[in-house]
């Protein structure tokens, strides 16, 4: 078994709600073909994106399937990140470190 989190801890702010709540127990082969899938859509764009590609008359390769999927990806709103010691925008790449004091939070 393996844990999945349902909302990918990279796009929850707020450490305490990164696990509250937020885990399910999946098969871990499951697991691994879930992500090759669907990456870290969440559950909504998983669904928009399982919409479009069942539009009868479409035809879908490897390459517009992961054209859609960057697209759905692209239309994410970023989340800000505020180091938790001075409140200081994050890094963008690493959201780990603070661009200030340096402090993993």
């Known amino acids: 078994m393996n844990r999945h989190h ?3 801890q990279s796009r ?3 450490d305490c709600e990164k696990h ?3 885990i399910v127990m999946w098969d871990k082969e499951f697991h691994s073909t879930y992500h090759k899938l669907f990456m870290n859509l ?3 764009e998983i669904t928009e994106i399982l919409n479009i590609l069942n539009t009868p008359g479409m035809v879908w390769t490897k390459d517009a399937i992961t054209q859609l999927r960057e697209q759905i990806i692209a239309r ?3 989340i800000e990140r505020y180091c938790k010691l ?3 925008k994050m890094r963008p790449k690493c959201n780990k470190r603070c661009d200030i004091c340096g402090e993993c939070w």
């Open 42 to 44: 969440l559950p909504d």
């Open 86 to 88: 001075c409140d200081r």
């Open 12 to 14: 929850i702010a707020d």
């Open 20 to 22: 509250h709540g937020n």
């Open 76 to 78: 994410r709103p970023t």
């Open 6 to 8: 349902i909302i990918c």
